[in-house]
């Protein structure tokens, strides 16, 4: 079974940041950013996920005037990847476009062993590890010892799925 999927994320994918506000002002007006997939200086780049699986194939495009990201995933995982600093203390907003061409059969993430999408987006977060208790830390450095390399203090995931509604 071909399991190619392909993923197109606008380059406008809007990170709404409070502009001018302080961390605790949250009415004031958001301003699209940019993040930039097709300009160097951002630092967008291929990132391997898994020793055992294939890297999907990333190439920009122009959709509609914007430049896009398109991901060819055939039974395949990596991502792309930007460190980007917020324009401001505390984001108030993400929103973004994608689209898929497949989902991926049998896939549901409410059950381990069917774990998959056509499409995520991860916003990482950085912390201090030090004032987590030593159960977390202990997590912490056995996730490094497996990827080769710290994790994110704190993830969170967008997923493609047919199997669960959106909820507002």
């Known amino acids: 079974m071909n399991h190619r999927h392909h993923l197109v994320l606008a380059c406008f994918l809007a990170c709404c940041v409070p ?25 967008w780049a291929h990132q391997p996920l898994s020793k055992l699986k294939r890297d999907t194939v990333y190439t920009l ?24 600093k917020p324009a401001a203390a505390v984001p108030a907003a993400l929103s973004w476009r994608w689209k898929t061409d497949a989902l991926v059969p049998g896939a549901d993430n409410r059950d381990k062993a069917r774990e998959d999408a056509p499409l995520r987006v991860i916003v990482a977060f950085d912390g201090d590890r030090a004032t987590l208790p030593e159960v977390e830390k202990k997590r912490f450095a056995r996730a490094k010892n497996i990827a080769g390399k710290d994790l994110p203090y704190a993830m969170l995931m967008y997923i493609w799925s047919d199997q669960v509604e959106v909820k507002a």
């Open 19 to 43: 502009v001018g506000a302080t961390s605790g002002s949250a009415a004031a007006p958001c301003e699209p950013r940019n993040l930039g997939f097709d300009r160097s200086e951002v630092g």
């Open 61 to 84: 495009a122009q959709k509609e005037g914007r430049t896009v990201l398109r991901g060819a995933a055939d039974r395949s995982a990596s991502a792309y990847v930007a460190y980007l």
